[in-house]
C-alpha cells in the first residue's frame, strides 16, 4: 500500500530533495508545511517520487488497476503496482503514448526501424492475459505503421468502451486536404483502420473543433466523449472536448461547449489562448473532473464537469512548484500522478482535505 509521511517528515524531505535530480529551492514553498496552496485548498505531495525513469512521455492506470509508464528515453515500457515496485518491463523504442482494452491488451505508441533504416511511427498490441500479466513474456503485435509517411507519430492512444480506439497522429506535412499528418484515426476491436474522425478539422484556426499539433487525448470512463490536447501555437484552444451524439441525422463527436454560442461564450475552459503547451489530460471517472498539464506553464489544471476552473489547480504559474515538465498523468482512489520528463521521475498529490 501505498504510504504517506507526516507534514513534518515531507517538509524535511522537501527541503533535501526537491525534485527528483536537482537542488530545491526555498522560494517554491508555499508554507511553512510544504504544500502546494490555492485558495483554500492545498495539494500534499506523497514522498517519495517513483524514481528511475528518462523521460517518461505517458502514464497509464489501466483497467487491471496496475500502473504503466512510457519510459521514452530508455525504451521501455514499466509496469508498476501503485505503491511503485516496478513489477515487469518491456523493450520498446521511444514509447510515447498508452492504452487498455476491456480484454486487458496493452496497446502502445513507439517506434520501429524499418530495413531501408527509417524510423517509423508505429502501434503495438501487447495481449497481457494470454502471458498471465508477464509484461516481458506477453505477445506483442505490430498493428499499424505507415512507412510511406516516416515523420508521423502516433501521440496519443483513446480506447472506446466496446474495444474501438481512437488514435491521435501528428506530423509535419498538412498540406494534404486528403490524408494530413495530422488526423485522429479511429480502429475496430480486431486492429482494422475504420475510418478519420472527421469532427476535427486539420488546420490552424479560431474554431473550436481546429485541430493543429496535438499531444493528448483522454478518455471519460466508460463513455466515447474524449478531451483532445493541443499547443496553441496557431489555434485558439490547447483543449478540445468532444461529447459522443447518437442521432438519426448525426452520429459523431460535437464540441461540448461552443464559444460561437452567446451562453457558452464565457466559460472557463474554452476561455481563448488559456494554455500554452497541454501536454497531458486525465479525467476522474467518479466527479468527472479534468486535469490537464501544460508543460509550458508547469501546472496543473482543473476543471469541473460544467468547464469551471476549480481552485486545485496547481504548479508554477502561482507557486513556483516542483514541476518541470509534466508530460503525462493518471488519477485514482482521490491521487493524481504525473510524470516529469524533466524531473525523470513520477510525481504523487492528494488533496490536504483527504488528510483530515
Not at 480506439?165 to 506535412?173: A, E, F, H
Not at 499539433?213 to 485558439?236: C, H, W, Y
Not at 468527472?288 to 501546472?299: E, G, L, T, V
Request: charged share 20%; with cysteine; net charge neutral.
Amino acid at each position: 500500500m501505498m504510504r504517506t509521511i507526516s507534514i513534518a517528515a515531507a517538509l524535511v524531505a522537501l527541503l533535501l530533495a526537491g525534485g527528483c535530480d536537482s537542488k530545491f529551492s526555498l522560494d517554491t514553498l508555499a508554507d511553512a508545511r510544504g504544500s502546494y496552496v490555492v485558495g483554500d485548498t492545498s495539494y500534499i505531495e506523497i514522498f517519495p517520487p517513483f524514481q528511475g525513469f528518462d523521460g517518461p512521455k505517458d502514464l497509464l492506470i489501466g483497467n487491471d488497476q496496475l500502473m504503466y509508464v512510457a519510459d521514452t528515453r530508455n525504451n521501455r515500457i514499466v509496469m508498476m503496482n501503485l505503491a511503485g515496485t516496478i513489477i515487469g518491463q518491456r523493450p520498446i523504442l521511444q514509447p510515447m503514448a498508452l492504452g487498455q482494452d476491456q480484454r486487458l491488451d496493452l496497446l502502445v505508441s513507439g517506434v520501429v526501424v524499418e530495413a531501408s533504416g527509417d524510423s517509423i511511427g508505429a502501434i503495438f498490441r501487447l495481449r497481457l492475459v494470454a502471458a498471465a500479466h508477464d509484461l516481458a513474456a506477453a505477445e506483442l503485435d505490430t498493428v499499424w505503421k505507415e512507412p510511406a509517411r516516416p515523420r508521423r507519430r502516433f501521440v496519443g492512444i483513446g480506447v472506446l468502451p466496446d474495444n474501438q480506439y481512437l488514435i491521435l497522429r501528428t506530423g509535419p506535412d498538412n498540406s494534404s486536404f486528403i490524408d494530413p499528418d495530422t488526423r485522429l484515426l479511429r480502429f475496430n476491436a480486431a486492429d482494422e483502420f475504420i475510418t478519420p474522425v472527421g469532427d476535427l478539422r486539420t488546420r490552424a484556426g479560431t474554431g473550436i473543433t481546429d485541430m493543429n499539433k496535438p499531444t493528448s487525448i483522454g478518455m471519460f470512463r466508460n463513455s466515447r466523449d474524449f478531451v483532445l490536447l493541443q499547443s496553441s501555437e496557431g489555434v485558439a484552444y490547447g483543449a478540445i472536448w468532444m461529447v459522443y451524439t447518437s442521432a438519426p441525422d448525426f452520429e459523431g463527436w460535437l464540441p461540448k461547449f461552443d464559444p460561437a454560442l452567446q451562453d457558452q461564450r464565457f466559460i472557463e475552459f474554452v476561455r481563448p489562448n488559456r494554455f500554452i503547451m497541454p501536454t497531458a489530460v486525465v479525467i476522474d471517472g467518479n466527479r468527472k473532473d479534468i486535469f490537464i498539464a501544460d508543460a509550458a506553464q508547469d501546472s496543473i489544471f482543473k476543471f469541473d464537469s460544467k468547464g469551471a476552473f476549480r481552485n486545485e489547480s496547481f504548479g508554477g504559474f502561482k507557486t513556483g512548484g516542483r514541476l518541470k515538465n509534466p508530460t503525462g498523468m493518471a488519477f485514482t482512489d482521490r491521487t493524481l500522478y504525473v510524470a516529469d520528463a524533466t524531473a525523470n521521475c513520477i510525481f504523487r498529490y492528494r488533496l490536504s482535505t483527504e488528510f483530515q
